[in-house]
C-alpha cells in the first residue's frame, strides 16, 4: 500500500477541521454547560449528541471484534461512501474501480464528487477475478470498491480474489458487507490488523431491522478512520438513533433469531420460486434477496404492482435482462409474491 498520507487529498491533509463546542470539553464532572448555544430546556434532546459516538463504539466494538478506534459511524452506510470519495479521490484527477453490476451508491457517489468511475463487469456467474479490477486500475486509481455478498446478484465474492485484490492494490479496497449477517463467510473486518488498505463497510439497515434510524458503520484502520471523522459532520449522528443502536446491541439475541428466520425463508422462497412457469432461473444467494431472471421482467413487475407487490426489477442492469430482485419478507409476503406469481398466468 501506498503511504496513506499520498493517498488523502492534499487539501485534507492540510485542512484544519471544526472544533465543536463537544470536542472541546469532554470532561465529565461539570454541571453548567454554556459553550454551545443550546436550549437549556426540553431535556434530553436539548443537547448536542456526542460526536464521536462514544459510548455506542465501545459496545459496539466487542460485537464485531474490532476495537473502537477502528469504527466510523455516519447517517447511514451511504454516508461513509460519500466520506470516501471526498477524503481520498481529487475531482476530475483520481478514479476509482468497481465490479459492475453492484449497489448504485458509488458510481452516484462518484460523479456527485466528479470523480472518474471504471467498472468492470462481473462474469456470468457473477464471480470477479482480481487481475480484471487491478488491469482496469492506474496510478490514480485510489478506491476499489467490492460488495460482498453483493447487491443485486446476492452472491458472496470469492474470498482468494479478495485477498489478492487486497495483497496487489496499492490504493484502499472498500468492501461493502451490507448484507454479511445473511452470509456463511465471516466478516473481513477481524482482518484490519493485517491488513491497512482494508475498509470494511456495514449497517444497521438490514439484519439489525433499523433501516429507519440511519446508521452505518464502516472498519478500517485507526489512521482512515481519524481520516474520515476530520471532514465528517460534527454531530452526523443523532441522540436518538445513538441511543436505539446500544438498545439494539441489548437485543442482540433477537437480531440473531431473525437472521435465522429469513434464512430459512430465503431457502423456501428460493425453491419454490424455481418452479414457477414464469422463472427462468434462481441465483444463488447469500443475501435476504433472491436474483430471479424471469420470462417477461418489465410485464410481471406491472403486473405485481397492479397486486399490490413490489419487488425491484433490475431487468435494466448489465447481467440483469429480465430479472427481479425480490426482498426476503416474512412467511406471509412471501407466500403473497409466489401465490401472485402462480396466478398470473405468465
Ligand atoms: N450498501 C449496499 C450494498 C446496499 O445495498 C445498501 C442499501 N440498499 C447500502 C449500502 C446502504 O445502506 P444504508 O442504509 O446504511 O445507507
Redesign the pocket.
Known amino acids: 500500500m501506498k503511504p496513506l498520507e499520498t493517498l488523502i487529498r492534499p487539501n485534507v491533509r492540510r485542512l484544519k477541521p471544526y472544533s465543536s463546542a463537544r470536542d472541546e470539553y469532554k470532561g465529565a464532572t461539570a454541571s453548567v454547560f454554556l459553550d454551545a448555544n443550546e436550549n437549556p430546556y426540553n431535556d434530553p434532546v436539548n443537547r448536542y449528541p456526542d460526536p464521536l459516538q462514544t459510548v455506542l463504539k465501545e459496545r459496539l466494538a466487542p460485537v464485531k471484534h474490532v476495537h473502537p478506534e477502528q469504527i466510523f459511524l455516519g447517517n447511514?452506510?451511504?454516508e461513509a461512501i460519500d466520506l470516501l470519495f471526498r477524503a481520498f479521490c481529487e475531482p476530475r484527477t483520481d478514479n476509482v474501480v468497481a465490479i459492475d453490476p453492484t449497489?448504485g451508491?458509488y458510481r452516484v457517489c462518484a460523479d456527485v464528487n466528479d470523480v472518474e468511475y471504471r467498472s468492470v463487469l462481473l462474469d456470468d456467474n457473477f464471480r470477479f477475478r482480481a487481475d480484471d479490477l487491478l488491469a482496469a486500475a492506474d496510478e490514480r486509481t485510489k478506491l476499489i470498491f467490492l460488495?460482498s455478498p453483493n447487491?443485486p446478484t446476492g452472491n458472496d465474492l470469492e474470498r482468494k480474489e479478495v485477498y489478492t485484490l487486497l495483497d496487489r492494490f496499492d490504493g484502499l479496497v472498500v468492501v461493502?458487507e451490507?448484507?454479511i449477517d445473511f452470509s456463511d463467510l465471516p466478516s473481513l473486518a477481524t482482518e484490519l490488523d493485517q491488513r491497512p488498505n482494508l475498509i470494511v463497510?456495514q449497517?444497521?439497515?438490514k439484519a439489525w431491522g433499523c433501516?429507519a434510524i440511519?446508521?452505518?458503520m464502516a472498519f478500517a484502520s485507526p489512521d482512515i478512520i481519524a481520516v474520515m471523522n476530520k471532514i465528517k459532520y460534527p454531530y452526523n449522528v443523532n441522540r436518538l438513533t445513538q441511543e436505539h443502536a446500544l438498545e439494539m446491541l441489548q437485543r442482540h439475541t433477537d437480531v440473531l433469531q431473525w437472521i435465522n428466520r429469513l434464512k430459512e425463508e430465503r431457502s423456501r422462497l428460493s425453491e419454490a420460486l424455481a418452479r414457477l412457469s414464469c422463472v427462468e432461473h434462481v441465483y444463488p444467494t447469500d443475501a435476504n434477496f433472491i436474483l430471479v431472471r424471469v420470462t417477461d421482467a418489465p410485464a410481471i413487475y406491472a403486473y405485481l404492482v397492479e397486486r399490490g407487490i413490489i419487488v425491484r426489477s433490475r431487468h435494466t442492469v448489465a447481467l440483469c435482462g429480465n430479472c427481479l430482485r425480490i426482498t426476503v419478507g416474512t412467511r406471509e409476503e412471501n407466500e403473497a409474491v409466489l401465490t401472485a406469481l402462480r396466478d398470473s398466468g405468465f
Open positions: 447511514g452506510s451511504d449497489y451508491m460488495c447487491n461493502d451490507a448484507y463497510l449497517t444497521f439497515s433501516a440511519r446508521l452505518g
